[in-house]
């Protein structure tokens, strides 16, 4: 799922994530990734996100499992889903109180 927000941030956005919940990915540091429950690494929500001037996009989706084949990147994830789609609203009202 992509959306976009306009603002201006009173904050660095990586720390606008981390109060999100989301820390960078350890093998990909141009994304972010916050795992479902404390128990596993799997599920997660994996986050990329983009800006020019004061727009930024965010492309969400949710992994359930780990790739299944060495050297492969295709996995199990949820894109469009209703669980995707609160979980952006979710993103929206937490950064939205850093808007300048």
Known sequence: MKFKVKMSLKRNIVDILRNCGYRLHPKDQKSYIRPVSNISF????????SN????????????????????????????????????????INLIVKYNK
């Open 42 to 49: 799997y599920p997660r929500w994996h986050l990329y996100i």
């Open 52 to 91: 020019e001037d004061d727009i930024y996009t965010f492309k969400i989706h949710l992994d359930q499992k780990k790739v299944s084949y060495k050297g492969q990147t295709a996995h199990s994830g949820d894109y469009d889903e209703e669980i995707v789609k609160q979980e952006a609203k979710r993103i």
